[in-house]
């Protein structure tokens, strides 16, 4: 399968996500009431980074660029920042939202699951191992997505062409992370937990990945869409859980195995 078309399979687990849902209406309008109080709470504080954090710091960083460019510096700058600031909003957004709606995404994912033919069982976690699992999981998630941020800024730092290509490499990075997180799940119910076996999945299909997780994070990066489509994007990506892990459908492992 060529790239372009891997892509398009990608991007084709939403539109799949969204026809499962229509089946369960309920269980979707549950799932967004997590985003609702998420979004608020991410909003909020973009918009005091855009009117507090954003001027200061733009006139800080341009303070060696001759005067007659400067302004201009500060306004792509300032657009590079924010492009980068809703990136890591965007990842950290889907790692609450998950924790937050823990309860209404499981029941979400396990409804995907049995729609595809039943759902897999893994082997016993308690809930306490479980939780911290998830969040220090999610830390590392959230954490390296800052790390490849600030590199991407770099990037946008470069003479003429920097702003475009820092500001594409944010969102095909926060398109992996967000893969990452919408398929935890479904990895973690087959009992296959490790991040490193996530990222590995990932990796091994970088066009479907991108394919799904880039509109996923174009959807997520507006607020009103964000609280709407995340449970699709929740569907999408059990959906997509299972060709990344290379199944036609959930394999079941018995608890204990």
Do not use: H
């Given at each position: 399968m060529s790239f372009a078309s891997e892509l398009g399979s990608g991007a084709a687990y939403l539109l799949r996500g969204l026809t499962v849902l229509l089946r369960v209406p309920r269980l979707a309008l549950l799932g967004m009431v997590p985003p609702l109080v998420v979004s608020v709470v991410m909003t909020t504080m973009l918009a005091l980074f855009g009117f507090l954090a954003l001027g200061p710091l733009t006139e800080f960083a341009t303070g060696w660029v001759p005067e007659s460019?400067?302004?201009?510096?500060?306004?792509?700058?300032?657009?590079?920042?924010?492009?980068?600031?809703?990136?890591?909003?965007?990842?950290?957004?889907?790692?609450?939202?998950?924790?937050?709606?823990?309860?209404?995404?499981?029941?979400?994912?396990?409804?995907?699951?049995?729609?595809?033919?039943?759902?897999a069982l893994a082997p016993q976690e308690t809930l306490f191992a479980s939780v911290v699992r998830g969040l220090r999981q999610s830390a590392v998630v959230v954490g390296l997505s800052l790390l490849f941020g600030v590199a991407a800024f770099a990037l946008g730092l470069i003479p003429v062409i920097g702003g475009v290509v820092g500001s594409l490499a944010g969102a095909v990075i926060a398109a992996f992370f967000i893969v990452v997180e919408m398929i935890s799940g479904p990895f973690d119910r087959w009992g296959m937990r490790r991040l490193s076996e996530k990222f590995g999945a990932v990796n091994r299909n970088r066009a479907l990945a991108l394919g799904f997780g880039l509109p996923a994070f174009l959807l997520l990066s507006v607020p009103l869409l964000a609280v709407l489509l995340f449970p699709v994007i929740t569907a999408g990506g059990t959906l997509l859980a299972g060709e990344l892990r290379g199944e036609d459908g959930p394999v079941v492992v018995q608890p204990g195995r």
């Open positions: 460019i400067r302004m201009l510096a500060r306004v792509l700058l300032g657009i590079l920042a924010m492009v980068l600031a809703i990136v890591i909003a965007v990842v950290l957004f889907a790692s609450i939202t998950l924790a937050v709606g823990a309860p209404i995404y499981e029941k979400i994912s396990e409804s995907v699951q049995q729609a595809f033919g039943g759902a």
